[in-house]
């Protein structure tokens, strides 16, 4: 029994068991007033490694130096031209572009909330995020730009800069160079954005143009980050600045350890729009003046392992299927790993046969670690070089972890309840929805609907999920949001989407579905919500019922769906 069931006095020992398996050097707090902002942080960095090189994509280069006056040129531009003022929204919809860490960086030194947008978006699914946070600017991809077409006039966007690859790379004047850019410009959709400028012109305007540094505090919004909820619609969680400032002091204590200041070269594969990378590799290692190499297409391996033989990379982050795929993909093991420190795996749970594979080729540990969008995310890691042990590691600096029943009581060590968190990293809240919020906050506390224990070592370890989310590739999907967008065709009747376990994604979406037109077939479903959800929501198994299980109330059980599911797969095995 632990000293908080015997009624003895509360320790740190008893009360944050963490704190005693913590790594040599790892410091218990971390002080979050040591920058009044993440602007702040970033300034330091880049006067701090100006001729260090900040940012490699498709073959260009830019050192810190570089990066601080690119950003200084686009912050003008939204002060001057655009006349955006601070605590307006700007939304970023690109893929991992040399331009991404410049127009984040320029909005945050403007004063702007940054509104990170999945340039994969359906045209429902953008135009709920940019009304729902009134973004007035928007730079795309213009890949891209025929979604952000069909919904603009139900926005209040009122600035388009749109870029492209060509605004990256700067070719010498040869045929070949025409060649690329035109092959390259002959893949744009077509889209008709009449009043939108190109990124290179922002940035050549901003030039001629006084930069007003901001005053921005902690309790500013820096990022509108969204994520889906139990209702299946998005909500933008507000992290603050002491948020992400909290957040990146607390992974630089613990990454700290093991990085070279000033020396280290990370592979960014996880785009910059998802909470893991924007925080864990952009802003970390920002910090850590490392040179960061920004992959543009992930999802073409044989290209992504040419990119990594390049670089005697010392850090690499990602989810398990992106590491199982490297592991499957030619050429691999070929690479130079001697450099190699850490592999940090999250945003989905890292399977003991991946991290096992991945240490016996590359000769380094898959280190485990996990959070939340509401948590900036960094909320446990476990020690860099501990063999893979199931568990998301030990509560980072300055948080706390409270294993709690349905009504809020700590259940102590090694009992099965809900993972709560406190922590500086921990939201303000939901953007315009405290009902939402208060649902998920018990005063300082967050609730985040993982199920786990915490163990006398401190270690926690999740044993299922409160939520019916299903976490495919690491991205989170709300069936509430399938079942609305299925439900809409009309020879459906009745729709459940549960999770469905699968080899390369981790999960996958399932439907069962009871019939209004006894034509439906499960491909028609698949391509119905192929045009209204972005590629990973996109169910990829379809059953039909002739009922579904419900409660005496009416309410579908997934939880007997899921099980049925979980069932047919343990016959075949």
Not at 190 to 203: G, I, T
Not at 370 to 383: D, V
């Amino acid at each position: 029994m632990n000293a908080i069931a015997q009624g003895a006095p509360m320790t740190a020992e008893s009360t944050q068991p963490w704190l005693k398996s913590y790594p040599a050097g790892v410091p218990e707090l971390i002080n979050p007033n040591q920058y009044a902002s993440a602007v702040e942080l970033i300034d330091g960095a880049c006067a701090r490694f100006a001729e260090k090189p900040a940012f490699t994509s498709m073959g260009r280069t830019i050192t810190f130096a570089e990066y601080e006056r690119l950003s200084r040129d686009f912050a003008a531009y939204l002060q001057n031209i655009a006349h955006l003022k601070k605590g307006d929204r700007i939304a970023l919809m690109m893929p991992n572009v040399l331009q991404y860490p410049i127009a984040l960086y320029g909005a945050l030194r403007a004063g702007l909330t940054v509104v990170n947008t999945n340039p994969l978006y359906t045209a429902r699914e953008l135009e709920h995020q940019l009304t729902d946070s009134g973004a007035r600017a928007i730079v795309i991809f213009e890949n891209f730009a025929h979604t952000l077409e069909n919904v603009i006039d139900k926005t209040q966007i009122e600035h388009v800069i749109i870029t492209g690859v060509g605004d990256q790379l700067h070719f010498p004047k040869s045929v070949l160079a025409n060649l690329v850019l035109r092959y390259v410009r002959k893949q744009v959709p077509h889209y008709d954005l009449p009043n939108a400028v190109r990124f290179n012109k922002v940035l050549q305007r901003g030039r001629f143009e006084t930069f007003t540094p901001v005053a921005t505090t902690h309790d500013d919004i820096a990022f509108l980050q969204y994520t889906g909820g139990t209702t299946g619609v998005a909500k933008g969680a507000m992290l603050t600045h002491r948020n992400i400032v909290a957040n990146v002091l607390q992974a630089e204590s613990w990454i700290g350890t093991s990085a070279s200041v000033g020396q280290d070269t990370i592979i960014t594969a996880l785009p910059l729009y998802h909470i893991f990378a924007l925080t864990g590799n952009w802003l970390v290692f920002v910090k850590l003046g490392a040179h960061d190499v920004l992959i543009v297409n992930p999802r073409d391996f044989p290209a992504f392992v040419a990119e990594l033989k390049k670089f005697r990379f010392t850090y690499i982050s990602g989810v398990n299927t992106l590491f199982n795929a490297l592991l499957n993909t030619p050429g691999f093991a070929e690479i130079d790993f001697s450099a190699l420190r850490i592999t940090l795996g999250g945003g989905m749970a890292v399977q003991r046969s991946v991290a096992e594979h991945w240490k016996k080729v590359t000769g380094n540990v898959l280190t485990q670690a996990w959070g939340l969008t509401e948590t900036s995310p960094a909320a446990c890691i476990n020690p860099f070089g501990e063999d893979f042990n199931n568990s998301i590691g030990l509560p980072i600096p300055s948080t706390e972890i409270s294993i709690r029943d349905d009504d809020g009581n700590d259940l102590g060590i090694d009992k099965v309840g809900e993972i709560c968190i406190r922590g500086p990293q921990v939201m303000r809240g939901y953007w315009n929805r405290p009902d939402e919020t208060a649902k998920v906050m018990m005063g300082d506390w967050l609730r985040t609907g993982d199920i786990g224990r915490l163990d006398a070592n401190g270690y926690v370890f999740i044993e299922d999920r409160k939520k019916d989310m299903i976490l495919v590739s690491g991205f989170n999907v709300y069936p509430n949001e399938i079942e609305s967008v299925v439900a809409a065709h009309p020879g459906v009747l009745e729709v459940a989407a549960v999770a469905k376990a699968d080899e390369h994604s981790g999960e996958v979406v399932a439907l069962f579905v009871v019939k209004k037109d006894p034509s439906l077939t499960e491909q028609q479903l698949i391509d119905f919500s192929r045009q209204q959800l972005t590629g990973y929501k996109v169910p990829r198994h379809v059953y039909f019922r002739t009922e579904l299980p419900k409660t005496n109330v009416g309410k579908i059980l997934r939880r007997a769906l899921r099980d049925e599911l979980k069932k047919e797969t343990t016959q075949r095995a």
